[in-house]
């Protein structure tokens, strides 16, 4: 392989044998090298396949700002995730993760610690995806010798849960919240504790779709209307349960629930209880 292009001392861009733009990582490699040269395999520490997403997401002035080390971790942490869940995952998690860590890791520095009011309700919304942050937290702390705050987990699911619903950051926190409004919403409503079982599991990622549409408003065009009667009918109570929701989620973020949604979430509100 050759130098097609030198980022720093440490990273330089070649191509593979499928002619597609990778990025190698090593200590030394740009440093030592010049456009055009053999790379040294020896000093290769890390190869990662760049695609157009993940180079108009900012990676190249990401190398320019944060430490080689710290990049090099980025991309271990993104395959990492990629082992932990099967469902898909935007590539352009790769800058905003690698920046949050770096971020991370100078306000430990600092001994700086931010408060995450959805803390609680990460953990329980999205269970998986804080296991495998917490993980990501364990190897940040023997990878650069440091004791990071447990709770920065937290931070870190939602920049997967954001990779996997592919919307903006902030977009996450709302949708976490949307999330929550309607899990309480039940409890309340019914005066249960609900249990995490295969229905619940089901409700879930229901809602996390219902909180993805209502963000980017999208509408059912076609309603069934005699499918809506009927289900509004059989199930009064669940029915209720879900206007309620959509109320609550109306009055904080005036996001309209429609005819169609109703029935929907009617419907797995009701599996919750069978």
């Given at each position: 392989m050759k130098i097609e292009q030198i980022i720093n001392?440490?990273?330089?861009?070649?191509?593979?044998?499928?002619?597609?733009?990778?990025?190698?990582?090593?200590k030394g490699l740009g440093f030592s090298g010049k456009k055009g040269s053999e790379i040294n395999e020896t000093k290769i520490e890390k190869i990662f396949v760049l695609s157009d997403e993940v180079k108009m997401s900012g990676f190249f002035e990401?190398?320019?700002?944060?430490?080689?080390?710290?990049?090099?971790?980025?991309?271990?942490?993104?395959?990492y995730i990629l082992t932990c869940t099967s469902k898909p995952i935007n590539k352009r998690i790769l800058v905003p993760l690698t920046d949050h860590i770096y971020t991370t890791l100078e306000r430990n520095k600092q001994n700086l610690k931010f408060e995450n009011e959805?803390?609680?309700?990460?953990?329980?919304?999205?269970?998986?995806?804080?296991?495998?942050?917490?993980?990501?937290?364990?190897?940040?702390?023997?990878?650069?010798?440091v004791e990071i705050d447990p709770k920065e987990a937290a931070f870190i699911a939602l920049h997967i849960v954001n990779a996997e619903m592919d919307i903006d950051l902030k977009d996450t926190y709302k949708a976490t919240d949307?999330?929550?409004?309607?899990?309480?919403?039940?409890?309340?409503?019914?005066?249960?504790?609900?249990?995490?079982?295969?229905?619940f599991a089901r409700f879930m990622t229901h809602?996390?779709?219902?909180?993805?549409?209502?963000?980017q408003n999208v509408v059912e065009e076609n309603e069934d209307n005699d499918i809506n009667k009927f289900i509004n009918l059989k199930y009064a109570n669940e029915y209720a349960c879900a206007e309620e929701i959509a109320r609550r989620i109306k009055e904080?973020?005036?996001?309209?629930v429609d005819r169609n949604e109703l029935t929907y979430l009617t419907i797995h509100i009701a599996r919750l209880f069978r």
């Amino acid at each position: 392989m050759k130098i097609e292009q030198i980022i720093n001392n440490n990273t330089v861009i070649s191509k593979n044998t499928q002619g597609k733009e990778i990025v190698i990582f090593g200590k030394g490699l740009g440093f030592s090298g010049k456009k055009g040269s053999e790379i040294n395999e020896t000093k290769i520490e890390k190869i990662f396949v760049l695609s157009d997403e993940v180079k108009m997401s900012g990676f190249f002035e990401l190398l320019d700002e944060i430490p080689y080390d710290v990049v090099a971790f980025g991309l271990k942490a993104y395959e990492y995730i990629l082992t932990c869940t099967s469902k898909p995952i935007n590539k352009r998690i790769l800058v905003p993760l690698t920046d949050h860590i770096y971020t991370t890791l100078e306000r430990n520095k600092q001994n700086l610690k931010f408060e995450n009011e959805l803390y609680w309700n990460i953990r329980y919304i999205y269970a998986d995806e804080y296991h495998t942050a917490v993980d990501i937290v364990d190897m940040m702390n023997s990878d650069f010798n440091v004791e990071i705050d447990p709770k920065e987990a937290a931070f870190i699911a939602l920049h997967i849960v954001n990779a996997e619903m592919d919307i903006d950051l902030k977009d996450t926190y709302k949708a976490t919240d949307i999330i929550d409004i309607s899990i309480k919403t039940v409890e309340e409503v019914f005066n249960v504790q609900l249990k995490e079982d295969i229905n619940f599991a089901r409700f879930m990622t229901h809602l996390q779709f219902f909180a993805k549409r209502m963000i980017q408003n999208v509408v059912e065009e076609n309603e069934d209307n005699d499918i809506n009667k009927f289900i509004n009918l059989k199930y009064a109570n669940e029915y209720a349960c879900a206007e309620e929701i959509a109320r609550r989620i109306k009055e904080k973020y005036s996001y309209s629930v429609d005819r169609n949604e109703l029935t929907y979430l009617t419907i797995h509100i009701a599996r919750l209880f069978r």
